[in-house]
């Protein structure tokens, strides 16, 4: 059964900093992986989709990489502000789970906290 | 952008009351789904549907139903509410591709069972 892991579940870093979520997950035949954001209270805004033939994805100051044989994606997020602190969440569209669509699979999140 | 709305973004109910939550997105997009999200248990998918009239059993359908009677709207029915539904929930859609289309939430009914 697939499972997705994301480490750390919680993060502090100062105003300006570059940094990385990992998200691991257990079973590689999967159609994609998905990134999101979310705030507290609120639903989820989805970052980034990155399909199982692709190695990278970048929006603006977000860079998204996958390497499906090792079972690993991370979430790059390049000269931190405090407006990115949110709860960020990973999430895989597994093969063997959902039929030919693929139902998401999420991870428990990363809670980032940028400090001015 | 594609938008996806949810009718209530609070709800207070009593416990035995039967609940609607409905969600309405405006992209013309085939598939729909409703999570619940918890504290320490992320996100589950209660049911999900990709198409009118369709409808399939997420990961825990127990005390709760649907229907999608127009592609738009998906609504989630507690048929008769107890506490341990108190929760967030979430609806998504997203487009019918192989593998799945990028999924696309709305802003989340945080309900109360009392």
């Known amino acids: 059964k697939q499972e997705v892991t994301q480490i750390p579940a919680a993060l502090s870093v100062p105003e300006g900093e570059n940094l990385v979520l990992n998200c691991s997950f257990t079973?590689?035949?999967?159609?994609?992986l998905q990134w999101f954001r979310q705030d507290p209270g609120k639903g989820l805004t989805s970052l980034l989709l990155?399909?199982?033939?692709?190695r990278e994805q970048t929006s603006g100051r977000l860079n998204a990489s996958l390497d499906k044989s090792s079972g690993r994606s991370t979430l790059y997020i390049a000269a931190s502000q405090p407006g990115d602190s949110a709860t960020y969440l990973c999430?895989?569209?597994?093969?063997?789970?959902?039929?030919?669509?693929?139902?998401?699979?999420f991870g428990k999140g990363t809670k980032l906290s940028v400090k001015p | 952008d594609v938008k996806v709305t949810q009718s209530s973004r609070y709800l207070v109910k009593r416990t035995g009351e039967k609940v609607f939550l409905e969600c309405v997105q405006d992209?013309?997009?085939?598939?729909m789904f409703w999570y619940r999200q918890d504290p320490g248990l992320g996100l589950r998918l209660i049911y999900f549907?990709?198409?009118?009239?369709?409808?399939e059993k997420g990961d825990i359908p127990e005390g709760y139903s649907v229907s999608r009677e127009k592609k738009e709207r998906f609504s989630l029915i507690l048929e008769s509410a107890s506490t341990n539904q108190t929760s967030m929930y979430l609806c998504?859609?997203?487009?019918?591709?192989?593998?799945?289309?990028?999924?696309?939430f709305g802003p989340g009914t945080r309900l109360t069972v009392l």
């Open positions: 998504a859609s997203s487009y019918w591709a192989a593998g799945g289309g990028e999924q696309c």
């Open positions: 549907s990709y198409d009118v009239k369709m409808k």
């Open positions: 999430a895989v569209r597994s093969m063997n789970y959902g039929g030919s669509q693929g139902n998401l699979i």
């Open positions: 992209m013309d997009h085939e598939n």
């Open positions: 990155i399909q199982s033939s692709q």
């Open positions: 079973d590689s035949a999967i159609y994609n």
